[in-house]
């Protein structure tokens, strides 16, 4: 059966391209700073991104976590969207492993944070209240394009008021290429940003964590302790700066079949599209067919997340020929000859 794997740009496998650089990287033990291809990896990044270091984790989730972990103390307070991976979807590793306290305020509509919601939720030095500390942003957040003008507000607020600013920036390259901003203009805001690699950008493991040098010390210790301390590294490296220097511009095409897809869906009965910007179709689905609609693509071979908000994204190792089929899937779910 044909299969078209939606459910997230994670489930990319390296090319045959990724594969030979990865086979052939020179490797020593990074723990020792020792391996050449980690190094050079580090080292194109925080040129890129005009940071002056960057430190590679095995995950970004664990990017993160070092990130806050370095920024803040036990028992301060990080300011995060409610909406936020690093909110929702990561174990709440800095409260289990940090004692550091979330605020969660609301995301609008755009995915970003007002300026004067974050003002008014950054505590005075009182002892009754926890030390806030970090702000930190996602983009893009849920595939869409935060505006650069309402980012660099809420992190004016904060840096006035002391803050330390932390980017998730995950598929920061799919706003990059939206946008057509450099990834180092997107960045300037923030005190450290984390970048993946292993989602759109096809990597099969790896993100980036990016800020000045003392930051980024920091930031190792805190990558030994939680143990993503890895020796020949250099293989999963390769990946990765192929994966910059050949992987960026493409989003373009998932940016373009995602806006197909929603085309193809647009006024199908029971289903609303929300509006797309770069790889994430959403789709509302009418509460008739909410009930086992994703377990009914799977049986057709397309794959996808969630229940009555539906996740369809694209990636490298989908074609338009693919985006097409599951199109026509979902319109013969939809269409009451199905029923
Ligand atoms: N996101 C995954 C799931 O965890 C939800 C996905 O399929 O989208 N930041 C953002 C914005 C992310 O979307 C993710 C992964 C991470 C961080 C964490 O990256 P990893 O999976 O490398 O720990």
Redesign the pocket.
């Known amino acids: 059966m044909r299969l078209v794997d939606l459910?997230?740009?994670?489930v990319t496998r390296p090319t045959a391209a990724m594969r030979k650089v990865m086979a052939e990287a020179e490797v020593g033990d990074d723990v020792w700073g020792d391996d050449p291809t980690v190094n050079r990896l580090q080292a194109v990044a925080a040129e890129r991104f005009d940071f002056e270091a960057a430190l590679f984790f095995?995950?970004?989730?664990?990017?993160?976590l070092a990130a806050m972990l370095t920024w803040c103390q036990r028992g301060d307070e990080v300011l995060v969207g409610a909406d936020?991976?690093?909110f929702l979807?990561?174990g709440g590793g800095v409260a289990a492993l940090g004692s550091i306290h979330s605020h969660a305020l609301p995301n609008e509509a755009d995915g970003s944070l007002d300026a004067s919601v974050v003002r008014r939720a950054i505590k005075p030095k009182d002892l009754h209240f926890a030390r806030t500390r970090l702000l930190a942003l996602?983009n893009?957040?849920d595939g869409k394009v935060v505006p650069q003008e309402r980012l660099e507000a809420a992190c004016a607020v904060a840096k006035q008021h002391g803050l330390a600013t932390h980017l998730?920036g995950?598929?920061l390259m799919n706003a990059v290429v939206k946008t057509g901003r450099s990834e180092a203009q997107l960045s300037a805001p923030f005190d450290s940003v984390?970048l993946?690699l292993?989602?759109g950008l096809g990597a099969p493991v790896g993100?980036l964590l990016l800020g000045e040098r003392p930051f980024i010390d920091e930031a190792r210790r805190w990558r030994k302790t939680l143990g993503g301390g890895m020796r020949q590294a250099g293989v999963l490296a390769a990946a990765g700066l192929y994966a910059l220097e050949h992987h960026v511009a493409r989003l373009a095409d998932d940016h373009a079949n995602a806006a197909h897809l929603a085309s193809r869906l647009a006024g199908l009965a029971g289903v609303t599209v929300l509006p797309v910007q770069t790889n994430m179709v959403w789709l509302d689905l009418a509460p008739t067919l909410t009930t086992g609609f994703v377990a009914r693509l799977a049986e057709h071979g397309v794959l996808a997340?969630g229940a009555e908000r539906v996740r369809l994204?694209v990636h490298l190792d989908v074609s338009r020929d693919d985006v097409e089929y599951a199109a026509r899937v979902i319109h013969s779910l939809t269409s009451p000859r199905s029923a």
């Open positions: 459910r997230s740009d994670t095995p995950s970004g989730t664990q990017s993160n936020a991976h690093t979807h990561e996602e893009t957040l998730d995950a598929r984390s993946c292993s989602k993100s997340s994204v």
